[in-house]
């Protein structure tokens, strides 16, 4: 008896059915993002000094400040546009001011972007090796696919929670200079102006939390049917 083989020698299972092979393609390019995303983020923190990277991070912000100004708030999200209709009126040296304090913020977390990042690449690498195991029907594809996912559901709540972590950072050395700057403007007290800037990143942060807990049920739903399949018999010929 014979187990048949790859070109590479490897013995091979029975095709993954037409719902698995489509998932394993949406992991396998999901993974491909995670891991890029991942070396790219390492490498700007890592190869970038601080005065380029805080340029670099106000020279962004104001290419989409310039849009906003260009296009009108009104272009904007509903609860975006009275916060975007008084900064609009800010001189600009104020603006930049504010996106360089943005930037100097995110220089200093390079102690936590540099292992996250690092943590993130490394898991869509291993999203990448186990889905594309499994479509190649590899021999313990199907169980390093799975394992995979699993592993990334703990390495997601961590990102949840860093993530929460530093908007309450974020708030503190930038979100209180803003709301500051914005009150002299607006002529409203500060802690009306800071109250409004903490529920803008509240929302933020709440659409992230959906978007990773979808993320998180998304991986567990596909561990549990991968388990199911783990240890099929080996196909055989006399």
């Not at 990277?53 to 020279?59: C, K, L, N, T």
């Not at 916060?83 to 977390?109: I, N, Q, S």
Request: aromatic fraction near 6%.
């Amino acid at each position: 008896m014979t187990i048949p083989s790859a070109e590479s020698g490897g013995p091979l299972l029975p095709r993954l059915p037409r719902y698995l092979q489509a998932l394993a393609v949406v992991i396998f390019c999901i993974g491909m993002f995670q891991l890029l995303a991942g070396l790219l983020e390492v490498n700007t923190a890592i190869l970038t000094d601080r005065s380029t990277f805080i340029s670099s991070v106000r020279d962004r912000q104001l290419s989409v400040f310039d849009q906003v100004a260009k296009e009108g708030a009104d272009s904007l999200a509903s609860p975006l546009r009275p916060l975007a209709r008084t900064l609009l009126r800010l001189p600009r040296p104020e603006v930049e001011k504010l996106f360089l304090l943005l930037g100097a913020d995110l220089y200093e977390r390079r102690n936590v972007t540099v292992p996250m990042s690092m943590l993130q690449a490394l898991l869509g690498f291993l999203l990448v090796t186990g889905s594309l195991a499994a479509l190649r029907k590899r021999l313990g594809g199907v169980a390093m696919w799975s394992w995979a996912c699993m592993v990334n559901i703990p390495a997601t709540l961590l990102n949840l929670v860093v993530m929460l972590v530093h908007a309450n950072r974020l708030m503190h050395h930038v979100g209180v200079p803003a709301a500051e700057t914005l009150a002299k403007l607006s002529g409203r007290p500060v802690p009306v102006e800071t109250a409004e800037l903490e529920a803008l990143l509240r929302m933020y942060t709440s659409a992230q939390t959906v978007i990773l807990a979808g993320w998180v049920l998304f991986l567990g739903v596909v561990t549990l049917v991968l388990q199911n399949r783990q240890g099929p018999a080996l196909p055989r010929e006399e």
